[in-house]
């Protein structure tokens, strides 16, 4: 049962801190680098990776 004695005992103060941390508003700047920096890492490479399926796809079956 070693897991058990890694495991802390949580601190109320730094508990205390970090649901004031959470709780705070995000600014306007915030919002708007966090949805562009979801769609350069997520939605683009996304997309990117569709279109070289659909072209290897096509390339295939003689499409291209």
Known sequence: MKFFKIIKKPNKDKEKEYKEYMSTQLEKHDRFAMIVSAILVIVLPCI???I??????MLIFGVL
């Not at 070289?52 to 796809?57: F, H, K, M, S």
Request: aromatic residues 0%.
């Open 48 to 50: 990117i990776i569709l």
């Open 52 to 57: 070289l399926l659909t072209v290897i796809a």
